[in-house]
């Protein structure tokens, strides 16, 4: 019976520290899913730009006509294992499509100045792709406004690139949790170890043997050190006698 109570006792002090720990290893879970998206967002973008401005490179002016001239290592940038399907349009100053895909969707929001890209989402096809688009200004040609080249990809390299990392980061924070169970458990097994020896001492006196037990001291002790560490953590140090 004792020994049933001294495990639960133990389990419990252990539950007390490790349902914090895993309160924090989901909260943390989370932003490293945040993190993780945002790394491989950022990762991809780029290389949408890169494929946006290698295609940018080859569009000019030929005999009063705007020419384009796809280069296969534009969108090379943007081959991987993954079965996802990569689109391209290039969108004359009249917003007539010169190449590419004629219904893949323009930027809602106003393009940067300079040579910056601008990385948007949009439904296309029915489902959700990510696209870069980049300006650029022709000249030799009367034109007001300037030609738009648009790159885009469905997410499925994206979304296998996020999970990597968050897999990654989930098995350390778990080897870690486990580390920290596995001392705590030794540590409750060590720091109660007077209580057993009470706990033996006790069970083995007779009922009508009445003198000091040696080992009810130094679990006392113990106990006295624990309380005012709990009293410490609890911010009252006044209350320690």
Do not use: C
Not at 10 to 33: E, T
């Amino acid at each position: 019976m004792f020994s049933k109570r001294h495990d639960s006792l133990r389990v419990q002090l252990l539950l007390w520290l490790l349902i914090p720990l895993l309160l924090l290893f989901v909260f943390n879970a989370w932003l490293s899913n945040r993190a993780a998206v945002a790394v491989a967002n950022g990762a991809f973008d780029r290389l949408l730009s890169a494929s946006a401005e290698a295609i940018a490179e080859d569009v000019e002016v030929q005999d009063g006509a705007i020419k384009v001239d796809l280069p296969y290592a534009a969108l090379q940038l943007l081959e991987s294992n993954m079965q996802e399907r990569i689109f391209y349009r290039v969108v004359a100053p009249d917003g007539k499509t010169i190449t590419g895909y004629d219904d893949l969707p323009m930027p809602t929001r106003a393009m940067p100045a300079g040579d910056e890209s601008l990385p948007y989402r949009a439904d296309y096809r029915g489902e959700p792709v990510y696209l870069v688009a980049l300006s650029k200004q022709l000249y030799g040609a009367a034109l007001a406004a300037p030609v738009t080249i648009i790159v885009a990809e469905t997410g499925e390299a994206r979304q296998a690139l996020s999970h990597r990392i968050v897999a990654d980061a989930l098995l350390r924070q778990s080897l870690l949790i486990a580390a920290a169970a596995v001392l705590v458990w030794y540590g409750l097994v060590r720091g109660l170890r007077p209580l057993e020896r009470l706990r033996a001492s006790i069970a083995a006196r007779p009922t009508s043997d009445l003198a000091p037990i040696e080992a009810a001291g130094a679990a006392f002790k113990k106990l006295e050190g624990a309380y005012a560490l709990a009293i410490i953590f609890a911010g009252h140090p006044e209350l320690i006698i």
